[in-house]
């Protein structure tokens, strides 16, 4: 089983749809957790941190659960520029490193 | 303000020549370090990080080594590259646990 896991997609939604993006991870010690944009052939950015209490930043909500060891990324008014890769990243102990999931591939149509 | 600066920006190299891509940071003291690599279509593998000077942990076996000779600085190295060294290899820093930044990536094409 991968350390992290996304479904790669793509997802297909119109301008204005609400859509949601689910990670799972198996490193349960893990404290760290990030949600990434990359655009074709570039090089990924961070959108978000997420915390135990589920952050928002404008049209973006990102959520953990512990429980069932899975963060999530919610966006609500997609707009075409939205469309991209979302890269999912786990903190992998106090080397500070990220393990990635594959990318969930997000294409907003007019 | 910190920045990372990677190059170069594109690469095709024959198959058996060597590599070194450069990675340096500014604006920061002792960083943790890494070597990505994303094959076209596919998620980012890591390949190399390292938490100071000298210090070196390799991800996975492979035709790829790492060094880094100077605090801010990163080189990942080749004696003979395959043709599966192919690939947009990205270089990123944080401190401590927080999130990354990555620099622009060099798209690597092996011939």
């Known amino acids: 089983r991968k350390e992290v896991e996304q479904d790669p997609g793509p997802f297909n939604v119109p301008e204005g749809a609400t859509v949601a993006f689910n990670c799972t991870y198996s490193?349960?010690?893990?404290?760290?957790f990030f949600w990434y944009r990359q655009d074709c052939r570039k090089e990924p950015k961070l959108l978000m941190s997420v915390y135990s209490s589920g952050n928002e930043d404008g049209r973006f909500t990102a959520q953990l659960n512990r429980a069932s060891q899975y963060i999530s990324l919610l966006i609500r008014d997609s707009k075409l520029s939205d469309s991209a890769t979302y890269l999912c990243g786990q903190g992998s102990g106090n080397t500070g490193k990220l393990i990635f999931g594959q990318g969930t591939t997000l294409q907003v149509k007019p | 303000s910190q920045t990372i600066h990677q190059w170069p920006a594109t690469l095709v190299q024959p198959v058996g020549s060597p590599l070194s891509l450069e990675c340096t940071v500014e604006g920061t003291s002792n960083p943790n370090l890494y070597w990505y690599r994303q094959a076209a279509g596919r998620g980012l593998q890591l390949l190399f990080y390292?938490?100071?000077?000298?210090?070196i942990s390799s991800e996975v076996p492979q035709n790829l080594s790492a060094s880094r000779p100077q605090d801010r600085q990163f080189i990942l190295s080749s004696k003979k590259l395959l043709l599966s060294d192919s690939g947009f290899y990205l270089c990123?820093?944080?401190?401590?646990?927080?999130?990354?930044?990555f620099g622009s990536g060099t798209r690597l094409t092996v011939v």
């Open positions: 390292s938490v100071g000077i000298g210090q």
């Open positions: 990123a820093w944080n401190m401590e646990d927080d999130g990354y930044t």
């Open positions: 490193n349960s010690a893990s404290q760290s």
